[in-house]
């Protein structure tokens, strides 16, 4: 979203230790959405630190579109300790991306036309999300109070915006769930919110804060900050998510015919050499096409694992035989991989001893191309419920 308005972006894989890279806006990717809540907040605020060390000017705490947590956490346990750091006592929170489906409208969350307890996500392995009243949701994780920032002061625009703001401070309120259901809307808040210390949102409110940062003399957007080099080699697709959206797309690969490989948790389990087998059957392919590997199954599939196995266990199953794959795809001379699946995507780029992505052009609303920063390997890493039905092979396409 900072890309596609012309900041040059790069994002990191946990906390660095050097200096920061040369760009507009840095991202510390961590892997704290599913972890302890209070390891999320331990690695958050360490992210803080080498942030402000830095000279970061505002900091944004992102989650996922989807508000996908628990009751114990961990966005607002997160967000009051970013909060307490930057000393500050008021900021919003806002998951809402319209491109992809999710909007926010009196404090509730939609995803397409069904609220967020009516979709997919009610089923989700790790954080299944029964309640679409983000304040309640929020209230839950969250010590101080939680108030709404509703549509119809949204809709006056940043002015409005910053005296119901005020007010709702006044209150006592220290985050506030702002309603957001078009760009318009997360324009006007991105405008409103731009000179307070931290933001908490999904990727959608970074849409407009470019074009603020610019009003305030901070940086000039630049139209080639997507600008990648090309890169040659072989190409594959690895997904782990088992969200309707990746079912899908894995379903729409294999009926058009295209190579594909099931990598069974069961026989994980068992300790049959999956990932072997998977490398031996792609070395024999991949010259002459992509490839998928997936772990991919339905919702009642994967209930049924999570009953045999347990969810932590047949998670990590997963995720060790999805990373062992992908190091031997990238000695197989695989250049160009698309992950699907937050976890998946961790688990891969550590593989691939990645640290840093320099951030690429859209491939889906959402979804960019990276590059491994100094080397030619491009990455696009896909959240599990994002992107069109043919989104591997679009992808691939925008990189042949």
């Known amino acids: 979203m900072l890309v596609r308005a012309g900041l040059h972006t790069v994002q990191v ?6 200096p920061a ?11 704290s959405r599913t972890t302890p809540a209070a390891d999320a ?10 942030l402000r060390a830095a000279g970061a000017r505002q900091f944004y ?8 947590s628990t009751p114990a956490g961990n966005i607002g346990p997160v967000a009051e300790a970013l909060m307490a750091a930057l000393d500050t006592d008021f900021t919003i929170a806002c ?32 954080t299944p999300m029964r309640d679409a009243n983000l304040v309640r949701v929020l209230q839950a994780q969250s010590r101080g109070p939680v108030g709404l920032l509703r549509y119809d002061t949204v809709a006056q625009g940043p002015e409005a915006i910053h005296e119901r703001m005020a007010a709702l401070r006044g209150d006592g309120v220290r985050l506030a769930v702002a309603d957001a259901i078009d760009n318009d809307d997360l324009r006007a808040l991105a405008e409103a919110c731009a ?13 407009g804060l470019p074009a603020a940062y610019a009003a305030r003399g901070w940086l000039q957007p630049d139209a080639a900050a997507a600008s990648l080099p090309a890169v040659g080699g072989a190409a594959a697709v690895l997904s782990g998510s088992c969200s309707t959206a990746t079912n899908a797309q894995v379903l729409h690969w294999l009926q058009s015919g295209r190579p594909a490989f099931r990598v069974d948790a069961l026989a994980l389990a068992a300790g049959a050499p999956v990932a072997d087998e998977a490398l031996a059957w792609a070395r024999e392919r991949i010259a002459a096409a992509p490839v998928l590997i997936y772990a991919t199954s339905a919702p009642q599939e994967v209930k049924a694992v999570q009953a045999a196995l347990g969810t932590e266990r047949a998670g990590q199953l997963v995720e060790h035989a999805l990373a062992r794959i992908a190091a031997g795809l990238g000695r197989l001379g695989v250049r160009r991989f698309v992950v699907a699946g937050g976890e998946t995507s961790g688990a891969v780029v550590q593989a691939l001893n990645v640290r840093t992505l320099r951030i690429g052009a859209t491939i889906d609303p959402g979804v960019p191309w990276t590059q491994a920063e100094g080397r030619p390997l491009l990455l696009a890493l896909k959240s599990g419920n994002f992107g069109s039905v043919d989104f591997f092979a679009k992808a691939l396409t925008q990189v042949e």
């Open 41 to 50: 907040v331990r690695e958050s605020l360490a992210a803080l630190h080498w």
């Open 95 to 126: 998951p809402a991306f319209p491109e992809n489906g999710r909007t926010v409208f009196r404090g509730h969350l939609f995803v397409g036309d069904a609220l967020l307890s009516d979709s997919g996500m009610r089923e989700h392995p790790l």
């Open 13 to 18: 894989i946990g906390v660095p230790e050097g």
């Open 195 to 207: 000179d307070l210390p931290l933001i908490t949102a999904g990727s959608g409110v970074a849409l």
């Open 61 to 68: 705490f992102k989650y996922c579109s989807t508000f996908d």
């Open 21 to 31: 890279p040369d760009a507009d806006a840095v991202v510390v990717a961590l892997k």
